[in-house]
């Protein structure tokens, strides 16, 4: 269905709509908390399953709500002119960059990891569970301040990939297309695993995370065309889709545990 959806978009993707600079906070505002309550979720898996592959996908996710706000407050016209955070012209375009390259890195890792140690081992122990996830939260958080401080300290720095509301750039200089790539990857990598349930449905979020970089950044080429928006939906889409999952599982472990 995604995908029919995306092809019949494509012939329209760069199609000028109205500009709505609000639609920004409040996609985003949604999308965090999407993003925070699964990687709460996962964190929660992490410690009754004890994988490390499971602490890098719950970081994953607390990655993308972080790095989610700076995004949104730095976007011209959403909540000041040209942005909040000191933004400049090409803060948020890097912004989202860095927040659709990292997940999939983050998703990398979690297909990489060995299996063995997922049915819980001496390495796991209580306190050792504690300080991974207070390291990882931490190390997630000091991330996304590095790449904030990348985008607006460091911005004459960074290649140009924006100029006014046109990022055709990205793909020019063949950053989008990477990022494209890196999604690509993660997901081919997740179905050459074993897999769990929990991998299947994280395979189709990277499915419908490819619709989202390839109208928004791939081949749409400027903000409020049709792409900008249809792939931001796209995005919301994906991220829904192991919430829910998760949200399903841990209400049928609650009723086991009652019967």
Not at 27 to 40: P, S
Not at 132 to 142: C, E, K, L, Q, Y
Not at 166 to 195: C, F, H, N
Not at 198 to 224: K, Y
Request: charged share 10%; hydrophobic share 60%.
């Amino acid at each position: 269905i995604a995908l029919v959806a995306f092809l019949a978009m494509v012939p329209f993707v760069r199609l000028p709509l109205a500009k709505m600079p609000a639609f920004i906070p409040s996609y985003e505002a949604a999308l965090f908390f999407i993003d925070l309550i699964t990687a709460v979720l996962l964190f929660d898996q992490f410690f009754r399953v004890r994988s490390g592959g499971i602490l890098f996908l719950a970081s994953g996710y607390l990655f993308d709500a972080f790095v989610i706000v700076p995004h949104a407050l730095s976007f011209p016209g959403a909540f000041a002119p040209t942005g909040l955070l000191g933004a400049k012209e090409q803060t948020t375009a890097w912004l989202y960059v860095f927040w659709h390259g990292g997940f999939p890195l983050f998703v990398l890792c979690y297909a990489l990891w060995g299996r063995g140690e997922a049915s819980g081992g001496s390495y796991w122990t209580s306190l050792r569970l504690k300080w991974a996830m207070i390291g990882s939260i931490f190390a997630v958080a000091a991330l996304t301040i590095i790449l904030v401080l990348m985008a607006t300290w460091g911005h004459d720095f960074l290649p140009v990939v924006m100029r006014g509301s046109d990022y055709s750039l990205l793909v020019k200089t063949g950053i989008s297309p990477a990022v494209w790539a890196l999604t690509l990857l993660a997901m081919v990598l997740l179905w050459r695993r074993e897999q769990r349930v929990m991998d299947l449905w994280l395979m189709l979020v990277m499915w419908i995370w490819l619709f989202d970089i390839a109208l928004s950044a791939v081949i749409g080429s400027t903000r409020f065309d049709l792409g900008f928006y249809a792939g931001r939906i796209f995005g919301l889409i994906a991220a829904s889709f192991l919430l829910v999952t998760l949200i399903v599982e841990s209400a049928q472990i609650y009723a086991n545990a009652l019967g």
